[in-house]
Nanobody
Framework: QLQASGGGLVQAGGSLRLSCAASGRTVSTYVMGWFRQAPGQEREFVAAIRWIGGITYYADSVKGRFTISGDNGKNSVYLQLHSLKPEDTAVYYC?????????????????WGQGTQVTVSS
């Protein structure tokens, strides 16, 4: 089970930190990802981390502004959001994939959290 939190309302240029706490499984055995979905749009890839090798992946739209990280001890993954823009407004979902070859692909993930709303005002 995945529990996402940390969303909120922030002004453009602000920052937020999203958290995803996992229960039942150890996050380090998975590829962990963040996706987002704006109203009327499809869910899109934001960032992912592959524990083996510490490899991270980012969508071009967030590269340099968002950072994904994890804490094995807390069995959690985080997404630090900086320099937020109104177009970052969406529900953000964390996901876990047990055999994920393509971390940017939504269907590669087995488990999903409930989502947390991020709203960026202009």
């Amino acid at each position: 089970q995945l529990q996402a939190s940390g969303g909120g309302l922030v002004q453009a240029g602000g920052s937020l930190r999203l958290s995803c706490a996992a229960s039942g499984r150890t996050v380090s055995t998975y590829v962990m990802g963040w996706f987002r979905q704006a109203p009327g749009q499809e869910r899109e890839f934001v960032a992912a981390i592959r524990w083996i090798g510490g490899i991270t992946y980012y969508a071009d739209s967030v590269k340099g502004r968002f950072t994904i990280s994890g804490d094995n001890g807390k069995n959690s993954v985080y997404l630090q959001l900086h320099s937020l823009k109104p177009e970052d407004t969406a529900v953000y979902y964390c996901a876990a994939g047990s055999s994920t070859w393509y971390p940017r692909v939504r269907n590669e993930y087995n488990y999903w959290g409930q989502g947390t709303q991020v709203t960026v005002s202009s």
